[in-house]
């Protein structure tokens, strides 16, 4: 079963950026649609985009619209989440996600990763 791996995580002041990487173990990967979500501590998960892996749609949560923007490169089965101008209220466990049907949800989960913007 493919595996999703996160990585970019840190530590950012407010007005930083972060890259977040999201690396599928199988080259065989090809899902309808890769995800980001967000978690805080006590607080039900959060959808912040995605992408359709083969035309590269993306659509955003209203809260990161302008500010964070969803990329893939297909031959690398990689997905990325560029934040810039992080807030404070964007610190959160960030995981990607694949749904690989427009039938399905997101059934394959990334481990997380912490994403910290300090104030």
């Known amino acids: 079963q493919v595996q999703l791996v996160e990585s970019g995580g840190g530590l950012v002041q407010t007005g930083g950026s972060l890259r977040l990487s999201c690396a599928a173990s199988e080259r065989t990967f090809s899902p309808y649609a890769m995800g980001w979500f967000r978690q805080v501590s006590g607080k039900e998960r959060e959808f912040v985009g995605r992408i359709l892996w083969s035309g590269g749609q993306t659509i955003y949560v209203d809260s990161v619209k302008g500010r964070f923007t969803i990329s893939r490169d297909n031959a690398k089965n990689t997905m990325y989440l560029q934040m810039n101008s992080l807030k404070p209220d964007d610190t959160a466990v960030y995981y990607c996600?694949?749904?690989?049907?427009?039938?399905?949800?997101?059934?394959?989960w990334g481990q997380g990763t912490q994403v910290t913007v300090s104030s």
């Open positions: 996600a694949g749904r690989s049907s427009i039938d399905t949800d997101y059934n394959t």
